[in-house]
């Protein structure tokens, strides 16, 4: 887990960005989503967000 101590962060209101539309940031989520297997984002500590991210080992537990 990583935690962060900044402002919290909800990522389910911010679209995926538009990969036809270059632009300079905005794309964290995106690929955390596409190289990992899980991803959670918890808001509920007392500050800042807690990231869970989960990377299975060749194969184990994916559905691809």
């Known amino acids: 887990a ?3 101590s900044g402002r919290k962060f909800d990522p389910a209101i ?3 960005p538009k990969l ?3 632009r300079e940031g905005g794309y964290g989520i995106y690929l955390i989503k596409k190289v990992m297997d899980e ?3 918890d808001t509920s500590t007392p500050k800042g967000t807690q ?3 989960v ?3 060749s194969g184990a537990g994916r559905d691809d």
Do not use: N
Request: proline residues 17%; hydrophobic residues 30%; charged residues 30%.
């Open 2 to 4: 990583t935690i962060d």
């Open 20 to 22: 036809d539309v270059p």
């Open 55 to 57: 990377k299975y080992r």
């Open 39 to 41: 991803v959670t984002y």
């Open 51 to 53: 990231l869970d991210l």
């Open 14 to 16: 911010h679209p995926p």
